[in-house]
């Protein structure tokens, strides 16, 4: 859980809104390079999620809601923290899609 809740978001980031969000920003602006690299993410998570157009059309409002995040910031820190703490969420949401997939997650009995 520690690689997907902590190490593939921040990896993300880095590739999406870092590299190719920085790209399309500076070619053609926030508002289509904000939907350019949200499209991008969405597409990335094609083999994952398959072609359900919902849960692509949430990915793509939120990648593209996070490079607007770190535009507004001046920081990739804020969408790092952002993505990390969607993970859970996003998870929890769409169990019956990962189902036969990942092991069933189980919130810790202890602190």
Known sequence: ??????????CE??????AL??????????????????????LFHIPVYGLDTAVLGALLADGA????????????????????ANHPLSFYLQRPIFEGILPPYTWPTHV
């Open 21 to 42: 969000g920085n790209l399309a920003l500076s070619k053609v602006g926030i508002g289509l390079g904000a939907l350019t690299g949200g499209l991008a993410f969405a």
């Open 65 to 84: 809601a996070i490079i607007v995040l770190n535009v507004v910031t001046g920081r990739i820190l804020t969408g790092m923290l952002a993505h990390i």
């Open 13 to 18: 980031e880095q590739w999406f809104r870092g």
């Open 1 to 10: 859980m520690i690689f997907i809740g902590l190490i593939v978001p921040v």
